[in-house]
């Protein structure tokens, strides 16, 4: 099964050996839209398999956007790694920490990124990228509304999300460029260990964080279902899984993200993002 990709903005199916325009290799039977795709996910995945690339080599990378760039929600789950609820004094037997992040921080895989806070810390993690449309979704049924996976990065401005007696979480971690996304969406039919894939982050090449998605608290299926309680989940939608141990914040000294600061950001089976910062008023965010 080949990736889907958002290359300036068009659908676009990835091989190894090459690549193809979905809207122009279906003949208009699917949009060049990425985000109307996942409105059809099953139908478009049984054509994709057998699917062939018109061009080969790969697009230009630097062209990537965030793989579905206009999700009408994106949940995030906060201490979700046991390491991370242990080193924050998290008790695990309560529910997921749950909270938003505002679709507009969303940007591509390999956009730069303006530094909008002094203390803008990463936290690296799995993505889930919804497929179906949803209420009260069985955990043992959950993974059949998942489209796919990629990897993200829930970039988060420090100063912002802990002013005050009450967190900002949603406004500290929306601001623009805040959500990195892709590089591509791995259909979750065929990621082989979907319940335990490596999560890593390198700042600079020095690795920062490394955990496996096995070690979460709260297991993709689980959190399908429980937010599926509350809210009705639609095709498109994100889920941010949480991230490991190794953020800025939780180091001594505390270590946050500058102009000039290379970060990257890995999923085994799914990819890699390299995201740059740069001072404000020089970013160019896709």
Known sequence: MPKLANVSGRATLLWREGYAD??????????????????????????????????????????????????????????????HAAEAGYDTSGLPQVFTKFPSCLTGPFSQVSVLSPKLDWETELVVVLGRTGRNIKEGEAWSFVAGLMVGQDLSARDVQLAGSAPQWSLGKSFAGFGPTGPWITSAKYCGNRDDLLVQCELNGELMQSDRTSNMIWSVSELVARLSVVCELMAGDLIFTGTPTGNGNRRTPPRYLGPGDRLLSRIGGLGEMVNEFVSPGVCAIN
């Not at 478009?44 to 009408?72: H, K, N, V, Y």
Request: charged share 20%; proline share 13%; aromatic share 12%.
């Open 22 to 83: 979905v809207a122009q290799l279906s003949g208009g039977r699917f949009p060049y839209d990425p985000q109307g795709l996942l409105s059809d996910w099953d139908r478009f995945e049984s054509w994709a398999q057998g699917a062939e690339p018109q061009i080969s080599g790969s697009p230009d990378f630097r062209l990537l956007g965030p793989p579905a760039p206009r999700p009408r929600q994106i949940f995030a789950i906060g201490l979700n790694y046991r390491d």
